[in-house]
């Protein structure tokens, strides 16, 4: 069983920043990427960046120069810095853990972006 918590959300002015975090916990292999995807109401969830268990990163075009992931495997801890925020930004950020075809979520943690 593997378990995925997001942390860090919350309410930020336009040109701001938050750091979220995700832990993962319970059976997990060495080989592994984490990413972190976002989701408006009616609107598909979307990828924002992704990093595998390599250091190898992902930044979808829409947030690049403004977020960074990165990870510290020794926590199992994945993070996504998030700069220059815009009203934009303003969704559901989930934490995703992909291991061996399988990826499990965590459960959301909001970010609004609003003066």
């Known amino acids: 069983q593997v378990q995925v918590v997001e942390s860090g959300g919350g309410l930020v002015q336009p040109g701001g920043s938050l750091r979220l975090s995700c832990v993962a916990s319970g059976s997990i292999s060495s080989v592994y990427t984490m990413g972190w995807h976002r989701q408006t109401p009616g609107k598909q969830r979307e990828s924002v960046a992704a990093?595998?268990?390599?250091?190898?990163?992902y930044h979808a075009d829409s947030v690049k120069g403004r977020f960074t992931i990165s990870r510290d495997n020794a926590k199992n801890t994945v993070y996504l810095q998030m700069n220059s925020l815009k009203p934009e930004d303003a969704a559901v950020y989930y934490c995703r853990l992909s291991t061996n075809g399988i990826n499990y979520w965590g459960q959301g943690t909001q970010v609004t972006v609003s003066s």
């Open positions: 990093i595998s268990s390599g250091g190898s990163t």
